[in-house]
T-cell receptor, first 109, second 111 residues
Framework: LAKTTQPISMDSYEGQEVNITCSHN???????ITWYQQFPSQGPRFIIQ???TKVTNEVASLFIPADRKSSTLSLPRVSLSDTAVYYC??????????FGAGTTVTVRA | DAGVIQSPRHEVTEMGQEVTLRCKPI?????LFWYRQTMMRGLELLIY????????DSGMPEDRFSAKMPNASFSTLKIQPSEPRDSAVYFC?????????FGPGTRLTVL
């Protein structure tokens, strides 16, 4: 499993864009990049997944440069309810996900 | 669909007792996962099943832990005997493709 490194915490304000960068220098050719969100007292929830370039859904965007050694999760116009822990995971389709410490995002009014 | 269902939501027991955690995956999902989450170690994968067959149990901490999946709609994680260091939140998740759907978790406290 590729090791990932992401910031421990980030602070933001309502309405701002939040960008969380994850480093995964030893990503393998078959690996996908997946982000999960976890609220207190709940299980993680899938946000977005990508392999290369850019992926966008109704919740977030995922930017992956050509070398795929890092990725950036972008949350547009965050609200207080986006306060959560965000996990970056790298893996292939063997279903073994390795959750690191994640990034605690705190959104303030 | 009700999502992944776990029971009980909270369990308080004394050291040495047997604990059984239960999980009902989302209907149609063929993968089932058991995770443990603590402040110290974060979220750890314990074991996962595919079509009711255990595929990888390398994350199971020791022989006191066992997991079964007798059919596609039910799985258990048993700890016998339980120890205080087993206190954690235990999550069950299921998936059909890449996305895993997590249950609400069982908060276990071993006194």
């Amino acid at each position: 499993l590729a090791k990932t490194t992401q910031p421990i915490s980030m602070d933001s304000y309502e309405g701002q864009e939040v960008n969380i960068t994850c480093s995964h220098n030893n990503i393998a050719t078959n690996d996908y990049i997946t982000w999960y969100q976890q609220f207190p007292s709940q299980g993680p929830r899938f946000i977005i997944q990508g392999y290369k370039t850019k992926v966008t859904n109704e919740v977030a965007s995922l930017f992956i440069p050509a070398d795929r050694k890092s990725s950036t999760l972008s949350l547009p116009r965050v609200s207080l309810s986006d306060t959560a822990v965000y996990y970056c995971l790298v893996g292939s389709n063997d279903y073994k996900l390795s959750f690191g410490a994640g990034t605690t995002v705190t959104v303030r009014a | 669909d009700a999502g992944v269902i776990q029971s009980p939501r909270h369990e308080v027991t004394e050291m040495g007792q047997e604990v059984t955690l239960r999980c009902k995956p989302i209907s149609g999902h063929d993968y089932l996962f058991w995770y443990r989450q603590t402040m110290m170690r974060g979220l750890e994968l314990l074991i996962y099943f595919n079509n009711n067959v255990p595929i990888d149990d390398s994350g199971m901490p020791e022989d006191r832990f066992s997991a079964k999946m007798p059919n596609a709609s039910f799985s258990t994680l048993k700890i016998q005997p339980s120890e205080p260091r087993d206190s954690a939140v235990y999550f069950c998740a299921s998936s059909l493709l890449d996305e895993q759907f997590f249950g609400p978790g069982t908060r276990l406290t071993v006194l």
